[in-house]
T-cell receptor, first 114, second 109 residues
Framework: NAGVMQNPRHLVRRRGQEARLRCSPMKGHSHVYWYRQLPEEGLKFMVY????????ESGMPKERFSAEFPKEGPSILRIQQVVRGDSAAYFC????????????FGPGTRLTVT | DAKTTQPTSMDCAEGRAANLPCNHS???????VYWYRQIHSQGPQYIIH???NNETNEMASLIITEDRKSSTLILPHATLRDTAVYYC??????????FGAGTILRVKS
């Protein structure tokens, strides 16, 4: 079974550009979560999505950040007009159902804003 | 979700058992205890979880005290590859994981 896949693994953007991070959950998983880890800090929850629905976006910055999980295809975390402070590792996790099931994490996308 | 307290760091000799404690004195009756670890800069790895009873799997054992106010993760025979940050997370049947600072476990030869 393939695990959670994220691409690209490394992404470099100049200030003001857009960043698109993709996450393909494990087969059979319909729940996706995004977390961010700033340099030398812990992981922070950003958003929880099911297919075509945002369930919890309490950790998403109010501006420039958006996420989707369409009926077909991967989940996308989109950051518009990136700034240096967006440089971080972005991790995606998936689980087969909501609730107490464990979440399986991908390898992350490391975003560097120059 | 209840707050957890873990030591900042611990050392363990290779081949010995690593016992990682976690305090969660405000845990409620329907909250689970989860353990994850993060090796270097990789994605977090699920280890084990439990509600009331002790649990064991191929990676580790989880011992939860009877009053559920604390727990211990046991890696029975630590190897150098177990060096990582270990996170104890208490979680309702909701879905987000709230990561604290965790415990840096250093396994030394």
């Amino acid at each position: 079974n393939a695990g959670v896949m994220q691409n690209p693994r490394h992404l470099v953007r100049r200030r003001g550009q857009e960043a698109r991070l993709r996450c393909s959950p494990m087969k059979g998983h319909s729940h996706v979560y995004w977390y961010r880890q700033l340099p030398e800090e812990g992981l922070k929850f950003m958003v929880y999505l099911q297919k075509e629905n945002i369930i919890d976006e309490s950790g998403m910055p109010k501006e420039r950040f958006s996420a989707e999980f369409p009926k077909e295809g991967p989940s996308i975390l989109r950051i518009q007009q990136v700034v240096r402070g967006d440089s971080a590792a972005y991790f995606c996790a998936s689980s087969p159902t909501g609730g107490g099931n464990e979440q399986y994490f991908g390898p992350g996308t490391r975003l560097t804003v120059t | 979700d209840a707050k957890t307290t873990q030591p900042t760091s611990m050392d363990c000799a290779e081949g010995r058992a690593a016992n990682l404690p976690c305090n969660h004195s405000t845990i409620s009756g329907n909250e689970y205890v989860y353990w994850y670890r993060q090796i270097h800069s990789q994605g977090p790895q699920y280890i084990i979880h439990g509600l009331k009873n002790n649990e064991t799997n191929e990676m580790a054992s989880l011992i939860i005290t009877e009053d559920r106010k604390s727990s211990t993760l046991i890696l029975p025979h630590a190897t150098l590859r177990d060096t990582a940050v270990y996170y104890c997370i208490v979680r309702l049947f909701g879905n987000k994981l709230v990561f604290g600072a965790g415990t840096i476990l250093r396994v030394k030869s």
